[in-house]
């Protein structure tokens, strides 16, 4: 199994040597499992001009997952749209149809002070969201901005979802809920929504495939108000890109800890890049103080969805439970006034917990 490790700017390649060092324990215990290198963003850009050079592309295409870093940063923003770093980004989504991104919002029982919610009501929280991620009304034609019959500008965007893009987001929802709580809610607007009704129906018919799965539907504007009341009442959420762009981050809040929240974008073939939501956080970058936990927890989900490795999986978050157990904490997760490790010493101690 090969994974090609494309650590990127700011703290990306700080955090994704962490990981690294865990696929590199995991290796010495027998997986068959091996990394390589090659640059993305604003370290691509630098070397060869091109956020996604050729030789990179090579390397994804004959590796079994990616693991991403983060991209971006403050000296890259005047470049040209095609020459920044998040096109390095965006542009692996495209060519791999990434179109299923899983973003995971748990709170480690440790670590509920961090939310902005009362602990008892994130306490324990372990929800995932599948967001489809290649449609939608980001990408339905046409679009614009045009003269109305009335000589008026108006713009305007196109909702739009294909029954085969509904069937193959929903399906990875069934069975990422099988793995975990066996239970689905799909967010619409299907009271007002011609596609989103569209949506409701074809979830429907998906799950009568997947009976051993409870399926309920939710309209979204009750999802986000749901989200802060009793964001526990969830297992899996699957939802559109626009609706699941914003109920993502509502989420992942709820946490209060951006340095812990994996993700992963798939594809057809469970093929996959993984990467923290997070992103290259220049203000802290070269000081050795970034939490790396988000990113070995998206190797924890490599493991699963893309090497079906799920021991291995399950190992790597065990280890990191059993760290935050033993109060080591990053700066930014930790109380006021409690001693703090560094990137390094948070590599070593799950490692060691490994
Ligand atoms: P950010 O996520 O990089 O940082 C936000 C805040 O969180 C900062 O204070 C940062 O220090 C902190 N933080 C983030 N990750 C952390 C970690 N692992 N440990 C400790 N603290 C952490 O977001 P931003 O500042 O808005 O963006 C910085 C750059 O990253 C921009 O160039 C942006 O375009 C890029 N970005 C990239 C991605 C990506 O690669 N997927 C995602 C978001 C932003």
Redesign the pocket.
């Known amino acids: 199994m090969k994974i090609a490790v494309l650590a ?1 700017d ?3 390649p700080e ?1 994704t040597e962490q990981a690294e060092r865990v696929i590199a324990a995991l290796a010495q215990d027998g997986l068959r499992i091996e990394t390589e290198r090659a640059l993305v ?1 604003g370290a691509a850009y630098d070397a060869s001009g091109d956020p996604l050079p050729e030789s990179t592309l090579k390397l994804c295409e004959k590796s079994d997952a990616i693991l ?7 000296k ?2 005047a470049l040209p749209r095609p020459k920044r ?2 096109q390095g ?1 965006l542009r692996l989504r495209k060519h791999f149809d990434l179109f299923a991104n899983l973003r995971p919002a748990t709170v480690f029982p440790e670590l509920a002070h961090a939310s902005t919610l009362r602990p008892e009501v994130v306490a324990g929280l372990d929800i995932l969201i599948v967001r489809e991620l290649t449609g939608d009304i980001y990408f339905g034609q046409p679009r614009g901005v045009r003269t109305n019959e009335a000589g008026e500008r108006e713009g305007f965007d196109t909702m739009r979802y294909a029954e085969s893009e509904i069937r193959r987001i929903a399906v990875i929802a069934f069975e990422a809920a099988r793995k975990r709580g066996k239970r689905v809610c799909s967010v619409d607007k299907a009271n007002v929504l011609e596609t989103t009704q569209f949506w409701r129906d074809i979830v429907t018919d998906v799950h009568q495939q997947h009976r051993d799965i409870e399926l309920s539907h939710m309209y979204v504007d009750n999802a986000a108000m749901q989200l802060v009341r009793n964001p526990k009442q969830f297992d899996v959420i699957v939802t559109g890109n626009m609706f699941g762009d914003i109920l993502s981050d509502e989420a992942s809040m709820l946490t209060g800890s ?2 812990m929240l994996p993700s992963a974008s798939l594809n057809a073939r469970n093929f996959g890049m993984y ?10 970058a070269g000081k050795g ?4 936990l ?2 070995i927890l998206s190797l924890a989900m490599l493991l699963r969805h893309s090497l079906g490795q799920e021991a291995a999986a399950q190992r790597v978050e065990t280890a990191v439970r059993k760290v935050l157990a033993q109060g080591l904490r ?3 997760i930790a109380e006021q006034g409690k001693r703090t490790v560094g990137t390094r010493e948070m590599g070593d101690a799950v490692i060691a917990a490994l």
């Not at 991403?68 to 403050?74: C, H, K, N, R």
């Open positions: 990127g700011g703290i990306g955090i963003g991403f870093g983060a991209v971006g940063g403050p890259y923003d770093p998040e980004l951006i340095g990467e923290p939501i997070h992103g290259s956080a220049p203000d802290i103080v970034a939490n790396p988000a990113t990053t700066a930014d």
